[in-house]
């Protein structure tokens, strides 16, 4: 008699037949060499894993096994079992992810697509299209060991080129008690990919060369440290907590910051809470033009020209005063970020988009939100026309 329980030749035969190819052969660590990162890109991406292009979600472990220990010497088949295999089988990304894949660590991602959870911050999962340059990193900002919004960051300038996050439901209230944060990851993959508090102690400068640090701000009298996503518009305490990093502020003129950019956010706020039926999905970013805050003689961290922000909501109350609901489903913001002349001016997206076309170092076919923020028919395509 034979036992067919877990550990045993059959049980782990069975495993092995449920490996996808690229697992069982992997091109680039030879036969028999199981790869975490192997499977997520099959998943995400088959056409580039079957060319053999994987991503660098599971690079910083290593997490690499050979399967060779555990299959490649056993000489039983499948076929000779299967009258004793009686157990529902669980579905193969699933039975590979419990047995085999450590949690993705890299949360400096290539694509905002490659952590699940990360892509619910983006409209219809889809990031602002046209911001192009590569030396751009995308942050899956994680706090708690929870996604909480995505951000593009320049590490030149030190600062975000936008945070993309969804409104959470309001009273408004703000919190000024949390600790201020970094992404060691932009500077190490290390780590379990949340971002840190800063310590008391000495920071590597690593981390300095990489991102902005406390001590940019600490003897700049004109500026304040300006949310992009604002803990106002995130209601749990682990949403707010995870605004307090420095990857998600950047330098605003004092006046401006507690003046119109703050009754900005606040109109918003009372805006998407009435009218906003359903999620909301909000888009704040900046422009530059080479001004920068510096330290010890070294240019730091730049200072925005214009601070930018749109949003979207398709499910908002269609009984509204008809001047709300001509701001729905979308609308766009923008301002300079000066002593004077701060004035907020709302547009259209699609007038924003073209005033970023004319300002900022993006494509032509720069779109903030996926198709324009039209929400999905319901219908099929040969019937949408009749809506």
């Not at 219809?124 to 060991?145: E, H, N, S, V």
């Amino acid at each position: 008699m034979f036992s067919d329980g877990p550990g045993s030749k059959f049980h782990q035969e069975q495993e092995y037949a449920f490996l996808p190819s690229s697992i069982k052969r992997s091109p680039q660590r030879g036969a028999g060499m199981y790869q975490c990162k192997a499977l997520i890109a099959e998943q995400t991406n088959p056409r580039a894993a079957a060319e053999g292009a994987v991503p660098e979600t599971c690079q910083s472990r290593r997490q690499s096994m050979r399967i060779e220990r555990g299959f490649k010497k056993r000489s039983f088949h499948i076929s000779h079992f299967q009258s004793f295999d009686k157990r529902p089988r669980m579905s193969t990304p699933l039975v590979l992810t419990l047995l085999f894949c450590y949690p993705a660590s890299a949360m400096v991602v290539n694509d905002f697509n490659q952590v699940e959870q990360c892509k619910n911050s983006l409209y219809m999962g889809t990031p602002p299209r046209g911001f192009t340059r590569p030396t751009l990193k995308k942050i899956c900002q994680f706090y708690a060991d929870k996604p909480r919004y995505v951000t593009l960051y320049d590490p030149h300038d030190r600062i975000p080129v936008y945070s993309a996050y969804t409104f959470k439901k309001t009273e408004g209230d703000r919190r000024v008690d949390y600790p201020w944060m970094y992404e060691p990851q932009l500077a190490e993959m290390d780590g379990n990919g949340n971002m840190l508090p800063f310590p008391t102690g000495y920071l590597h400068m690593k981390f300095e060369d990489s991102q902005a640090v406390l001590d940019d701000y600490s003897d700049v009298v004109l500026y304040e440290r300006g949310h992009l996503n604002p803990d106002q518009h995130q209601s749990t305490p682990h949403d707010r907590a995870a605004t307090y990093t420095l990857t998600n502020v950047v330098p605003q003129i004092r006046e401006f910051n507690i003046g119109p950019w703050r009754e900005y956010e606040e109109r918003i706020r009372v805006r998407l809470n009435n009218f906003c039926r359903g999620t909301a999905f909000i888009v704040t970013g900046v422009t530059t033009t080479g001004h920068a805050i510096h330290r010890n003689n070294q240019r730091r961290v730049g200072i925005p020209e214009d601070m930018w922000s749109a949003y979207c909501c398709t499910d908002y109350d269609r009984n509204a005063p008809h001047d709300v609901r001509t701001l729905f489903p979308s609308h766009g913001a923008m301002a300079k970020n000066a002593k004077e002349g701060n004035s907020i001016h709302e547009m259209t997206v699609q007038e924003l988009e073209m005033f970023l076309i004319n300002h900022v170092n993006v494509d032509k076919n720069l779109q903030i939100f996926y198709d324009n923020c039209r929400a999905p028919s319901p219908l099929p395509v040969y019937l949408q026309h009749t809506i």
